[in-house]
Antibody, heavy 118, light 110 residues
């Protein structure tokens, strides 16, 4: 069955970067669109961007340009997201999800909490 | 960005009907398809897809969940409500970039 397994919780210092991973199985990764989303209690869920695993093409929410960088490794069916120059506003739970052509997210990873603290 | 507005909470009794609304700031229909989707999220878990394209039931989702609406007004109905349905429900539009979500409706027991 479809699985998206995310890396563990991260504690990072302000100004640092972090790379989150999302290892997938159970579907053809190389022809899939993978998305990342941010959830902070109250403000709800925000879409960060998507990456097409076939050619690495990306589309970002303007709000996250310069903050997030999406990449994939087709050999291991894994999607990655780099978050740079972290501040307290980046503290959140981040999810990876498979994006369908119609724009909804049919499978989600379990989420990873990122804490930003010195 | 398209803004999605949901009521923060809804109190319901078990075995009754729950109706959760989502209003969008712009039309999210295109060529006869409503680009409106619904998710359920329980504490500490990832969101789960319930309804896609306005009214289509996602795989494995019980038939007591249904979606309706068009344009700017959409509804998720749970009938009858079971104890396992106590969760937060989010609507999401994919008509325009960026995809946006509502703030969620927390379903509570009366």
């Amino acid at each position: 069955q479809v699985k998206l397994l995310q890396s563990g919780a991260e504690l990072v210092k302000p100004g640092a970067s972090v790379k989150l991973s999302c290892k997938t199985s159970g579907f053809t990764f190389s022809t899939s669109y993978m998305s990342w989303l941010k959830q902070v209690p109250g403000p709800s869920i925000e879409w960060i961007g998507w990456i097409y695993a076939g050619d690495g093409g990306t589309n970002y929410n303007q709000k996250f340009k310069g903050k997030a960088t999406l990449t994939v490794d087709k050999s291991s069916s894994t999607a990655y997201m780099d978050l740079s120059s972290l501040t307290s506003e980046d503290a959140a739970v981040y999810f990876c999800a498979r994006l369908t052509y119609s724009g909804y997210f049919d499978y989600w990873g379990q989420g990873v909490m990122v804490t930003v603290s010195s | 960005d398209i803004v999605l507005t949901q009521s923060p909470a809804l109190a319901v009794s078990l075995e009754q009907r729950a109706t959760i609304s989502c209003k969008t700031s712009q039309n999210v229909d295109n060529y006869g398809i409503s680009y409106m989707h619904w998710y359920q999220q329980k504490p500490g878990q990832q969101p789960k897809l319930l309804i896609y394209e306005g009214s289509n039931l996602a795989s494995g989702i019980p038939a007591r969940f249904s979606g309706s609406g068009s344009g700017t007004d959409f509804t998720l109905t749970i009938d009858p409500v079971e104890a396992d349905d106590i969760a937060t429900y989010y609507c999401q539009q994919s008509k325009d970039y960026p995809n946006t979500f509502g703030a969620g409706t927390k379903l509570e027991l009366k």
